[in-house]
């Protein structure tokens, strides 16, 4: 391996930016055979679905790897067309190369195999990149996401490759011809024209409306994404429901429902009065719904021409600071935490087989930038950190169901509430040396904390809550400057 490559994989191997994509599996077929088969590259195509094309015949170290990948999802209309460096070679054991030809992106990817006797063999498939990609929240994702569509379509082409060594006694290139469908291939190509609509509808579904249930706990089930997270409770012959996300979410939360429960939803409960979390409420016209006491009035006042049209489905259970309701015999706590996301939060507690699950409501954004509602009965930013850092004080063993993002614990909600800090702390400094508010966007530096952006739609406006915006909200809220609107711009 040259100087330079042995720097770099020296410096990959300090980095914390990404943790490897690896996996194995053992196969029956002996080693001899299988890293001929693997040795020539322009033969991938056939085997491991995640190429749609390799030019090298041979791999030999020092020269260049050129291929093309198929898309992670077969609907997004693109390949991706690659080089790399191949930087080491072992015949029998391993192939490495680095890719090092994108600005902000640095990866090394091996395949290797070990001889476990007997005919068998294991094949693995290992990767890990660093740079500005990976540190940025929706590059990163999707780099994580295309190493594990490599790293599991390959372990499955080794499994094919056993298959026919079964079937045939051996692995040859015409045993593996026509694998590869070129008409397919071809025909998304001539589609190309297509690629940036396709790939962006396919990217924002995967990315904000595509529904993953996670059950928690036996009874406790977190519906994520779709416009926000809900949570499931139940119980004999009762359902609640936390949080309805809004349309088209709420329509694919009810089906998911009707699909995979065999009860309706007996009970509601609004986290708090913002559209994504209770439009849906009327996907359900049977339940009973709760809210803080303020939540009517702020519903109202907010989405006013929205609930004029729908008023049976506004909450009509209003809670104070502490409640506790019952899904069959499990006991839901209610808790109002003081002003924080909005001026009418409520978080719920289940605590079930001697732990406590939370649904925070959008009391927490994990790995999200968060949204600042900056009109009357909005955040409270100094309060939203005080009930973060008080559900950590409270619960620090609970699996907590934050309003966006994935499922979080204690440390999750610590990083939260110190982004929170610090960004009320750039703030305040930035007023105190009389700052602008333009000029605190471009002197405050967010990127060190990997937050990914996340779309809003609220009074009639859309925009995205990012950096940026966090900033500007933040620093009028720390102005006292509120004004009656989601201030929104881009």
């Known amino acids: 391996m040259r100087a330079d490559a042995a720097s770099r994989k020296e410096a990959l191997d300090n980095s914390n930016e990404m943790a490897p994509v690896q996996g194995t599996v053992d196969v029956d077929v002996p080693i001899t055979v299988l890293w001929e088969a693997f040795a020539h590259a322009n033969w991938w195509p056939r085997w491991n679905k995640c190429f749609f094309w390799a030019h090298n015949r041979d791999l030999i170290e020092g020269q260049r790897l050129v291929w093309a990948f198929q898309p992670i999802r077969w ?18 054991k391993k192939v490495t190369w680095e890719v090092t030809a994108m600005p902000g992106f640095y990866a090394r990817h091996t395949y290797h195999m070990e001889d476990l006797g007997g005919g068998r063999s294991r094949f693995g498939s290992w990767e890990q ?10 590059t990163r994702r999707f780099w994580i996401a295309h190493f594990t569509f490599v790293k599991d379509r390959s372990l499955e082409g080794a499994k094919m490759l056993e298959s026919i060594y079964r079937h045939d006694g051996r692995i040859s290139e015409a045993a593996l011809h026509g694998r590869t469908n070129w008409a397919r291939g071809l025909a998304l190509l001539l589609l190309f024209f297509l690629l940036l609509i396709g790939s962006s509808v396919a990217w924002f579904y995967e990315s904000y409306v595509r529904l993953t249930a996670v059950e928690i706990l036996p009874g406790v089930t977190a519906v994520l994404d779709g416009g926000g997270n809900s949570t499931l409770v139940r119980d004999g012959d009762q359902l609640l429901l936390i949080d309805t996300k809004f349309p088209p979410g709420s329509t694919l939360l009810r089906r998911w429902i009707s699909k995979h429960v065999d009860i309706p939803v007996s009970m509601i409960v609004n986290t708090h009065y913002h559209y994504d979390h209770t439009q849906g409420n009327t996907q359900y016209p049977r339940a009973v719904i709760y809210a803080y006491q303020n939540v009517p009035d702020l519903m109202r ?48 507690v289940i605590h079930r087989d001697d732990k406590d699950v939370v649904a925070t409501g959008d ?23 005080a009930a973060v850092q008080g559900l950590v004080d409270k619960y620090p063993n609970a699996i907590f169901i934050p309003g966006h ?11 939260y509430a110190a982004y929170l800090k610090s960004l ?8 105190h040396d009389g700052v602008t508010e333009d000029e605190a966007v471009a002197r405050i530096d967010l990127s060190s904390w990997h937050l990914r952006k996340l779309p809003t739609f609220h009074d009639n406006h859309l925009c995205w809550s990012n950096a940026a915006m966090n900033i500007h ?13 989601l201030n929104c711009t881009f």
């Open 75 to 92: 609907y997004y209309l693109y390949k991706m067309f690659a080089i790399a460096n191949i930087v080491e070679v072992e015949k029998e």
């Open 129 to 138: 990149a660093m740079g500005s990609q990976i540190r940025a929240g929706l």
């Open 301 to 348: 006042k907010r989405d006013g021409a929205w609930w004029s049209q729908h008023q049976a489905a506004m909450p009509t259970k209003l809670v104070g600071d502490e409640a506790t309701i019952r899904v069959g015999s499990q006991p839901v706590l209610l808790v109002h935490p003081g002003p924080a996301h909005t001026q009418g939060d409520l978080y719920a």
């Open 363 to 385: 009391i927490v954004f994990n790995t999200y930038y968060p949204m600042m509602d900056l009109g009357d009965g909005g955040m409270d930013l100094h309060g939203l950190r």
């Open 405 to 415: 993002g994935p499922i979080a614990n204690s440390e999750d909600l610590r990083r």
């Open 424 to 431: 009320t702390d750039s703030i305040d400094s930035a007023q």
């Open 473 to 485: 909200w933040a620093y009028q809220l720390e102005a006292g400057t509120r004004i009656q609107r």
